[in-house]
């Protein structure tokens, strides 16, 4: 499945039983030579909590907490397999357990809307040493190749480097984007979103993933975004974010502090996996 291009296996937790090794199983199963092929691997779980967990393998097997573009298509395959068939959802991350909205066409899940909870914006709990533990990282200047440039720092329950260029490009992208990911300032690496502004309701956005490099899209860096535009007073609490593999629709609620997420799930194929040795 594939969120605005965001890919990865999905293993049916609820009648599969799973290997020890997931580490192993996700670097083997991402591999797009010798694999399935995707950004990783994520397992759809019986949960005690909510209507099923999520796991979330990056390719090179490291887990991360969540997943934004992942959610929505667990919350698909729960709604269309009827693992639970109600419009409004729970899932269990490692983030906490997020409610979820189905928008049906057809009878199948078509676009979902997350609430995403609340951003933390303090530098220990993204965690960076970008700026002392009580205080916000908001355009803080960062030197990399040769490049200098600002960072504000969110995490939407797994950190998020946000930086607003004039054009983005593959030196920032893919030269830039893996030495911040494992800058000594991140102790828990980081993602790094590069963004341009088109209008304060709309930006273009590409991502260096931790753990997985460039990605097609992630939904929790697109919300990290939607936060970082509005701290630096370069968006609208509400935008539409165009990524490679498609477009969200986001809206940082001043009300509720929580940021939504609205954007399409896809099932593109269902398989066997031979398990290797």
Not at 65 to 89: F, S
């Amino acid at each position: 499945m594939h969120g605005a291009g965001n890919d990865y296996v999905y293993v049916n937790g609820f009648t599969n039983s799973l290997p020890k090794d997931l580490e192993k199983l996700a670097i083997d199963i991402s591999h797009r030579r010798f694999g399935v092929g995707g950004d990783g691997l994520i397992l759809i779980l019986p949960s005690k909590q909510a209507d099923a967990q999520m796991r979330m393998f990056n390719a090179d097997g490291s887990e991360s907490e969540m997943c934004g573009n992942g959610i929505r298509c667990v919350a698909k395959y729960v709604y269309d397999h009827g693992i639970a068939t109600r419009e409004q959802l729970r899932i269990e991350t490692g983030a906490g357990i997020l409610s979820l909205q189905v928008h049906a066409k057809n009878g199948l899940a078509d676009q979902i809307t997350v609430d995403m909870g609340e951003p933390r914006l303090e530098a220990s709990l993204i965690p960076t040493t970008l700026a002392p533990a009580g205080q916000q990282v908001i355009n803080v200047p960062i030197e990399i190749k040769g490049h200098k440039l600002f960072a504000t720092c969110v995490s939407m329950g797994n950190p998020h480097c946000v930086i607003f260029v004039p054009e983005i490009d593959d030196e920032l992208v893919l030269g830039v984007g893996p030495l911040i990911e494992k800058d000594d300032r991140f102790p828990k690496k980081v993602n790094v979103e590069f963004v341009e502004v088109l209008a304060r309701g709309e930006v273009n956005q590409r991502t260096w993933e931790r753990g997985s490099g460039e990605t097609w899209a992630c939904g929790t860096g697109a919300s990290a975004v939607c936060v970082a535009g509005v701290l630096t007073g370069r968006t609208d609490r509400t935008i539409v974010n165009n990524l490679i593999g498609g477009q969200l629709r986001l809206t940082w609620d001043e009300a509720t502090n929580h940021v939504m997420m609205t954007g399409p799930a896809t099932e593109v194929f269902t398989g066997r996996w031979q398990v290797q040795s």
